[in-house]
């Protein structure tokens, strides 16, 4: 379906049918998020590895492949959690079904990969939302209002940490583009929404510790904004505390710290952005109007990745 109609009438109690491909770790937490959701239904699920179909639960229709999961459902919109390598790949398929679609992050490796999901939707008349949960937290929301209102004067920084627990698995890991791609277009796009301004340049120091060398387990960014601003984004995979996320505002007329995932019992407010991410999808479906992050903010977000990422293949030997 476009995303000029909406219509539940594949499910006789209304809720909104939604199918999932992948379920892995993101995409089973995406299914625990969902189960119960008084608007929202798990039609089917996609995954091609038997051993994650079998734990998943009973009640789950689960398919061998993309395909069979949308010749046996009928669906409003699916939400993509498989690898990034296969975003395009999954994406194109998805549209060429004309069903909207909610990705994760970042919705392809590189730019052009990203530009041509938004081809393809495009081309379908659908809705392609991607996946930045900080959108939807609402402590976060309260200061991108209150930067919106000049509460804080002038912003003269914006500084982000991004810190996992653990470095991911090697084999998710040799699929995800490295930190600043994986972990920093995270960072990038809270900066872009929360200020309103573009990256314009910016500076990149890496630690080579417990790390490859063109997949840093720390990185640091300096960046200039193009509205006067500045930003320091610090991303690493060695927090042994538990996972963290935290960012800080500096402005002429004041500060504000906002610690939104914090090593414990931050999960709780990781899985209410994603229900609510979840939920402004659907609106956004139906026609009310959705603020969750376009595919264009996913491409600014990648942009500054991939820059990033150039920044420390440059210093490469030869």
Known sequence: MDSGGFST????????????????????????????????????????????????????????????????CELDGVLVAAPTDLHLEIVRRLMAERLPVLCEKPCGLTVEETDECAHAAEEAGCILQVAYWRRFVPELQRLRERIAAGELGEILAVNCQQWDASPPAPQFRHRSGGIFIDMGVHEFDQIRWLTGQEFETLQVAVSRFGSTVSDPDCGQIVAEL?????????????????????????????????????????????????????????????????????????????????????????????
């Not at 199918?19 to 189960?35: D, F, I, P, S």
């Open 9 to 72: 009438s594949a499910s006789p109690n209304g809720h909104f049918q939604l199918g999932l491909v992948g379920a892995g770790r993101m995409g089973r937490t995406h299914l625990e998020v969902l189960e119960g959701s008084p608007g929202i239904a798990i039609a089917g699920v996609a995954e091609p590895r038997e051993d994650v179909r079998a734990a998943l639960p009973a009640t789950v229709r689960s398919f061998a492949s993309l395909p069979a999961m949308l010749g046996e």
């Open 226 to 318: 193009a509205g006067g601003s500045t930003a320091a984004v610090s991303l690493g995979r060695w927090h042994p505390a538990g996972d963290s996320c935290k960012v800080d505002v500096f402005g002429t007329a004041g500060t504000e710290t906002s610690w939104f995932l914090r090593p414990v019992e931050g999960n709780a407010v990781f899985l209410q952005a994603l229900r609510l991410q979840a939920e402004d999808f659907v609106r956004a479906v139906s026609g009310g109007g959705g603020t969750g992050a376009t595919v264009t903010d996913a491409v600014a977000a990648l942009k500054v990745a991939m820059l990033a990422s150039e920044s420390i293949a440059a210093d490469l030997p030869a």
